[in-house]
């Protein structure tokens, strides 16, 4: 497997747009996660999915951030309008499921710079 | 308070030492713990978890857990220069299933 892809690798846009980040998790894995790391805020947890449905999205900052999961093998973040601290590098994760040792295999990031 | 807190480091070790990496935890309730290794601009990796209490061990890595003082940590014997990156612990709750916490992650530095 080729592990959990995620696009684009790097992201430059200005204040106001909107930005869409993508991911397709490892094929059979039922829960899918996205982070958000920042050097001041660490790995912060947005949202998750089990089985395509969101699970938990506490973390996602305000309302301009939203994910979908149309189908087992894709997912998107979306930011709209984007604005400067939202810049960040954003991960993808991915976990088999429902234990207590279970591992989340992460993607290679999305690193998103907002002017 | 943190939910997870570690020491930012930088954590500089020479070659052949042992690092030792720790982190706490504030929720009694949480059950497995987990060791990721994140090398600078890439993701993390998962090192090894433990969710009981004492000692585990795998090659030159050990976790040790001790849920009374709400303390893990992570030791690396024979610390090579491939160790330098930052070592972030992680804390979920069997209440909310997958869902983990991170602590903020420990930089190491392992010195020729």
């Known amino acids: 497997d080729a592990g959990v892809i995620q696009s684009p690798r790097h992201e430059v846009t200005e204040m106001g747009q909107e930005v869409t980040l993508r991911c397709k998790p490892i094929?059979?894995?039922?829960?899918l996660f996205w982070y958000r790391q920042t050097m001041m805020r660490g790995l912060e947890l947005l949202i998750y999915?089990?089985?395509?449905?969101?699970?938990?999205d506490s973390g996602m900052p305000e309302d301009r951030f939203s994910a979908k999961m149309p189908n087992a093998s894709f997912s998107t973040l979306k930011i709209q309008p984007s604005e400067p601290r939202d810049s960040a590098v954003y991960f993808c994760?991915?976990?088999?499921?429902?234990?207590?040792?279970?591992?989340?295999?992460f993607g290679p990031g999305t690193r998103l710079t907002v002017l | 308070q943190k939910e997870v807190e570690q020491n930012s480091g930088p954590l500089s070790v020479p070659e052949g030492a042992i690092a030792s990496l720790n982190c706490t935890y504030s929720?009694?309730?949480?059950?497995?713990f987990f060791w990721y290794r994140q090398y600078s601009g890439k993701s993390p990796e998962l090192i090894m978890f433990?969710?009981?209490?004492g000692d585990k061990e795998d090659g030159r890595f050990t976790a040790q857990l001790n849920k009374a003082s709400q303390y893990v940590s992570l030791l690396i014997r024979d610390s090579q220069p491939s160790d330098s990156a930052t070592y972030l612990c992680?804390?979920?709750?069997?209440?909310?299933?997958?869902?983990?916490?991170f602590g903020t992650g420990t930089r190491l530095q392992v010195t020729l």
């Open positions: 999915f089990n089985n395509n449905v969101p699970i938990d």
């Open positions: 433990i969710y009981s209490n």
């Open positions: 994760a991915s976990s088999p499921g429902l234990a207590v040792y279970n591992e989340q295999f």
């Open positions: 929720d009694r309730g949480s059950q497995s």
């Open positions: 094929s059979g894995h039922d829960y």
């Open positions: 992680a804390v979920n709750n069997a209440g909310t299933a997958s869902k983990l916490t």
